[in-house]
């Protein structure tokens, strides 16, 4: 049971460029999240998709598109990178409900951009 | 949006040492968890605590949702709970985490 996988780990980008990160689940979750992490600012929602075919801006959406390809893989783009685009970013996904386990919030291991 | 904030920001503490860590936010919640992330960057869900009080071995966890604020108690501290601890809330009508801004706790051997 690898739970949430997110590939690349790293990636050094050169303003301009574009990329993709990928991300994929295995616990059958219904919605799936992206955040980034900058020092001292916690965790801020980019996108996230409360279900399979639905996708909803977060906090900070500027500069990113995503994609819900199938209930398992939820993938984020960077078309024209920015070095404020330097970040961690996380994926993550949960099963919403009233049942027990549920909400809980499970990350992947996270992805390193640098944007030069 | 719903705001949280959480305190301290950083402390630093001997091994064996007791610690609390507090998480106050703005509006009713119907969705709290606490979140360690280790100095490798991996994030790891300790509790989903919406109300009332739970414990996780030496970690307990007390939300007073009528009062917005949760407490992260951490007893008998060992070097492998050096990280920062993360609280994230979700309010009503709403249906994403907003998190905090994290505690740093550092166990000094």
């Known amino acids: 049971n690898a739970g949430v996988t997110q590939t690349p780990k790293f990636q050094v980008l050169k303003t301009g460029q574009s990329m993709t990160l990928q991300c994929a689940q295995d616990m059958n979750h219904n919605s799936m999240y992206w955040y980034r992490q900058d020092p001292g600012m916690g965790l801020r929602l980019i996108y996230y998709s409360a279900s399979e075919g639905t996708t909803d801006k977060g906090e900070v959406p500027n500069g990113y598109n995503v994609s819900r390809l199938n209930k398992r893989e939820f993938s984020l783009r960077l078309e024209s990178a920015a070095p404020s685009q330097t970040s961690v970013y996380f994926c993550?996904?949960?099963?919403?409900?009233?049942?027990?386990?549920?909400?809980?919030?499970?990350f992947g291991a996270g992805s390193r951009l640098t944007v030069l | 949006g719903i705001q949280v904030e959480q305190s301290p920001p950083d402390l630093i503490l001997q091994e064996g040492a007791n610690s609390t860590l507090r998480c106050n936010f703005s509006d009713s919640v119907n969705n709290l968890q606490w979140f360690h992330q280790n100095p490798w960057g991996q994030l790891i869900n300790l509790f989903y605590?919406?109300?009332g009080t739970k414990q996780n071995g030496r970690l307990s966890a007390t939300t007073v949702a009528t009062e917005r604020y949760s407490l992260l108690y951490i007893s008998s501290s060992q070097t492998t709970d050096s990280g920062v601890y993360f609280c994230?809330?979700?309010?009503?009508?709403?249906?994403?985490?907003?998190f905090g801004t994290g505690t740093r706790l550092t166990i000094i051997p």
């Open positions: 993550a996904s949960n099963q919403r409900g009233r049942e027990a386990g549920a909400n809980v919030l499970t």
């Open positions: 605590i919406p109300s």
């Open positions: 994230a809330v979700v309010g009503f009508g709403n249906e994403k985490l907003t």
